[in-house]
């Protein structure tokens, strides 16, 4: 069977290193092109990707998109800490090409968001987010929360005070949603135990991501379908 071949932008990274370390144990896939800052770019290379995968700054989204849309070739990307400027241009490339972005690659975190769509039938209580990550990480409050509380304002359809952010120690990431009223408080929690659940979903995601039509996926896509 041939190999699908992965380009990973960030490959020296925490994460980078996790995805080398995935792929190396799949059978179906192997680290092609793994690109870091001060590489210089190796356009005949890069021909021959099937699939990027990004996990690093959001200061490299516009070239990972611009090359991979030059050579019709999908992106995962992984990266968090995105503005309104790194979210238009992921719709507008994915007009070209498979584009899936995902603040949380984890599967329980995709499901997580799903859950969310019951709290509708308790849109009454009071809400709040809270997450805990490792001292070095960089954005605040994370990705992953800032999603959660975009899907939980649908779903409930309010407004709601912004998720609470504690910086400490080596946590990879902790996620709590708590629903409030007089009577009784229901928290929906998700801890990731290790880097390795985030780079299996986004190799998950490349593999899956290589078979689709042009267009912008999330993660529970690759569960569930794309969402209409
Ligand atoms: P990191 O700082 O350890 O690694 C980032 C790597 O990207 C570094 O090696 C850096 O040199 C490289 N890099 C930065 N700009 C680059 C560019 N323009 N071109 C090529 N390489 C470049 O960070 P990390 O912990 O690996 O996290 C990376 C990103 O992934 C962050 O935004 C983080 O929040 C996000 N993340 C997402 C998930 C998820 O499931 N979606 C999970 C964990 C981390």
Aim: hydrophobic letters at 40%; one cysteine or more; proline letters at 4%.
């Amino acid at each position: 069977m041939k190999k699908i071949k992965v380009g990973l932008v960030g490959s020296s990274g925490r994460m980078g290193k996790e995805i080398i370390q995935v792929i190396e144990n799949n059978s179906r896939c192997e680290v092609f092109y793994p690109f870091g800052r001060n590489d210089k770019w190796d356009a005949k290379k890069a021909k021959s990707v099937d699939v990027w995968i990004d996990f690093s700054s959001p200061d490299a989204l516009k070239d990972v998109l611009k090359r991979a849309a030059e050579t019709k070739t999908p992106v995962v990307c992984g990266t968090t800490g995105f503005s309104k400027k790194e979210k238009d241009l992921l719709e507008q490339y994915a007009k070209k090409i498979p584009v899936l972005w995902s603040s949380n690659m984890s599967l329980g975190v995709a499901v997580l968001n799903e859950a969310l769509k019951s709290l509708a039938a308790i849109s009454h209580f009071d809400f709040q987010i809270e997450e805990i990550h490792h001292n070095r990480k960089k954005d605040k409050p994370s990705g992953t929360a800032i999603t959660l509380q975009e899907n939980l304002e649908k779903a409930v359809d309010k407004k709601l005070p912004a998720p609470l952010a504690i910086r400490g120690g080596g946590v990879f990431g902790v996620h709590k949603i708590y629903s409030m009223s007089d009577e009784e408080v229901l928290t929906f929690e998700h801890s990731a135990l290790n880097r390795t659940v985030f780079a299996k979903g986004a190799v998950q995601a490349a593999e899956w991501l290589v078979k689709q039509k042009p267009g912008l996926y999330q993660i529970r896509d690759v569960l569930f379908g794309k969402q209409k």
